[in-house]
């Protein structure tokens, strides 16, 4: 098999790091890659069904007639 050389990912340009500066920022830059593009899908829309609010109560309307549009739907 004809193997080619790679490319290193991080090429360090000014200093000398140690081993755990560049463990660091291997992590960093591995999470920032994998979180950008990593071949997620965007989260679907929450159906109007499973919305926690259609739990919660109408706040009530006094006033006359309020006693009949209690029972109508909505």
């Given at each position: 098999?004809?193997?080619?050389?790679?490319?290193?990912?991080?090429?360090?340009?000014?200093?000398?790091?140690?081993?755990?500066?560049?463990?660091?920022?291997t992590?960093?830059?591995?999470?920032?890659?994998?979180?950008?593009?990593?071949?997620?899908?965007a989260?679907?829309?929450?159906?109007?069904?499973?919305?926690?609010?259609?739990?919660?109560?109408?706040?009530?309307?006094?006033?006359?007639?309020?006693?009949?549009?209690?029972?109508?739907?909505?």
């Amino acid at each position: 098999m004809d193997e080619q050389p790679r490319r290193p990912l991080l090429r360090v340009v000014r200093g000398t790091p140690d081993d755990v500066e560049l463990a660091a920022l291997t992590a960093v830059v591995a999470g920032l890659a994998s979180s950008v593009g990593g071949g997620e899908t965007a989260p679907r829309p929450r159906s109007a069904w499973a919305d926690p609010a259609r739990r919660l109560r109408q706040p009530l309307r006094p006033g006359p007639g309020a006693w009949r549009a209690s029972a109508l739907p909505r």
